[in-house]
């Protein structure tokens, strides 16, 4: 057997080390600071990547499209017999709309009951001649009354009116003279309660008579009975769209968030929730600009900034496609604004890419000097 020259065996041995090492650096795996690559894009971008000798993103993460106000699930603070759904599905509506309305019949009859009531003790308080604060009092409790049956009076006719529109009986400058009525008819009320604390806060008070409490405890029940019949209004809680309807007429509401009857939010602004892998957080910060990459749309990219970063970290809640994200990691939640109004859907999932924060800086830097 032919002996093999040592010189040469040991040449063969570092050749193979060497480039076993210049394959690893080729195939990208990290830089010289052991920091990861990660390249998006063409192979140019790639390219002037490397040339810049860093990568071009300090981070990647998966996200999700949601509103910018988030999505709101919508449900009913009491149990009813739905019986009409006036909106539907992808429907813009304004702040305090009707989307679900359950039967009243109950409630309106208790309203006719706690009125009588409330206009009978009325009038026997009036027998009684006070003056002084009691009659200042007595002034600032019965403006009080009328303000709450007057925002009554107003909210029911805005509701009248935007039915009509929607059958084409109204128009749009009658919803909004209705709806300008209701939002003064609020800011009356709210006046009124202020300055009705102020007079029960002064000095010397006297305490109300019989006929006065009486009264009292009838226009309690009144605006008790107001409230129960504006729980049969399940509202819009803002100005925005309805995402999903999960109500149908005959259907029984059931109260409590466990049971939806709308998916509601405002898609005038988009947002994504990203979830950073732990060892990435420390490479995002608030005001960092962002890429946006939708498989639905491959071509285009969309721009945003990080809006708000969690202060603690959690189990990810957004399933990763492929072997990209071990289920054990924990994550980092970061909401980032997006620009413009793009054409992503709420629910669709994108990955986000964080810009390399180094190499801004290192720009900022030179241009400075210059």
């Not at 300008?180 to 009356?188: H, L, P, S, W």
């Not at 939640?333 to 997006?338: A, G, Q, R, S």
């Amino acid at each position: 057997m032919p002996k093999i020259d040592s010189t040469f065996s040991t040449f063969l041995i570092a050749a193979t080390i060497a480039g076993g090492i210049l394959f690893n650096s080729i195939d990208g795996g990290t830089l010289g600071d052991g920091k990861h690559s990660l390249f998006v894009g063409n192979a140019a971008e790639a390219q002037n990547a490397e040339t810049a000798g860093m990568p071009r993103w300090a981070a990647s993460a998966t996200g999700r499209v949601e509103p910018a106000s988030g999505v709101v699930n919508v449900a009913s603070l009491i149990g009813g017999r739905i019986v009409q759904v006036p909106i539907a599905v992808g429907e813009q509506v304004a702040k305090g709309d009707v989307l679900v309305q359950l039967d009243d019949t109950e409630a309106l009859q208790r309203i006719m009951a706690a009125t009588a009531e409330a206009d009978v003790r009325k009038l026997e308080r009036q027998e009684e001649e006070v003056t002084g604060l009691a009659l200042e009092r007595r002034a600032a409790e019965d403006e009080v009354a009328e303000a709450r049956r007057q925002r009554f009076a107003a909210w029911r006719a805005l509701d009248d009116t935007v039915e009509l529109k929607r059958s084409g009986e109204a128009r749009e400058s009658d919803v909004t003279a209705a709806r300008e009525t209701a939002e003064k008819a609020d800011e009356r009320l709210a006046t009124a309660r202020t300055e009705l604390a102020k007079v029960n806060a002064k000095a010397d008070m006297p305490l109300p008579g019989r006929l006065d409490t009486s009264l009292t405890i009838a226009r309690t029940d009144l605006a008790l009975a107001e409230e129960a019949f504006e729980k049969t209004r399940i509202r819009a809680p803002f100005d925005g769209s309805v995402l999903n309807l999960l109500a149908r007429v005959g259907e029984t509401a059931a109260p409590g968030p466990e049971a939806p009857v709308a998916v509601f939010g405002d898609l005038s602004k988009m947002r994504v929730r990203a979830e950073v892998e732990e060892r990435d957080v420390a490479k995002v910060r608030i005001g960092q600009k962002v890429v946006v990459k939708s498989d639905a749309f491959p071509n285009q990219q969309f721009e945003g900034v990080v809006k708000e970063i969690s202060g603690a970290l959690g189990s990810p809640r957004i399933a990763s496609r492929g072997p990209r994200r071990p289920n054990d990691v924990d994550v980092l939640e970061v909401l980032v604004d997006l620009e413009g109004v793009p054409p992503l859907l709420t629910g669709m999932r994108v990955d986000v890419f964080f810009h390399r924060e180094e190499a801004e800086r290192k720009s900022a830097s030179i241009g400075a000097k210059t």
